[in-house]
Nanobody, 119 residues
Framework: QVQLVESGGGLVQAGGSLRLSCAAS????????MGWFRQAPGKEREFVAA????????FGPPSLKDRFTISRDTAKNTVYLQMTSLKPEDTAVYYC????????????WGQGTQVTVSS
C-alpha cells in the first residue's frame, strides 16, 4: 500500500507563489508517474501536471504550464508543484496521485491540500 500526503497549501494573494509537496510512503515506491490534480467547489476535477518518475518527463495543459511546474525528488519519494502568478481561479483543493503503470491511470491518491488565492 502507498500513502500520499500533500502539504504546502494555504492562503496567498493573487500574484503570489506556493510550492506544494507530496510525500509518498509505504511499499517500495517506484511508480511510473506522479500527477497533480485540482478540484474547485462545484467543478470537475482538473488535471494540472504529471511527471514520469524515472525520466522526469513532464506533462500538463498549455493553459497552466507557464505558471505551474512539476518536479520530483526520487531520493525523498516526493513530488512538487511550484505555482507562480497565482490567480483567484486557481483556488481549489489540490491532490497528488501515483500511477503505477501508465499516465492516466492513477492508483493512489492523497487527501488533498487547500489552496486559496485572494484577489
Amino acid at each position: 500500500q502507498v500513502q500520499l500526503v500533500e502539504s504546502g497549501g494555504g492562503l496567498v494573494q493573487a500574484g503570489g507563489s506556493l510550492r506544494l509537496s507530496c510525500a509518498a510512503s509505504g511499499r517500495i515506491f517506484s511508480p511510473y508517474a506522479m500527477g497533480w490534480f485540482r478540484q474547485a467547489p462545484g467543478k470537475e476535477r482538473e488535471f494540472v501536471a504529471a511527471i514520469t518518475w524515472s525520466g522526469g518527463h513532464t506533462f500538463g495543459p498549455p493553459s497552466l504550464k507557464d505558471r505551474f511546474t512539476i518536479s520530483r525528488d526520487t531520493a525523498k519519494n516526493t513530488v512538487y508543484l511550484q505555482m507562480t502568478s497565482l490567480k483567484p481561479e486557481d483556488t481549489a483543493v489540490y491532490y497528488c496521485a501515483a500511477a503505477l503503470n501508465q499516465i492516466g491511470e492513477y492508483d493512489y491518491w492523497g487527501q488533498g491540500t487547500q489552496v486559496t488565492v485572494s484577489s
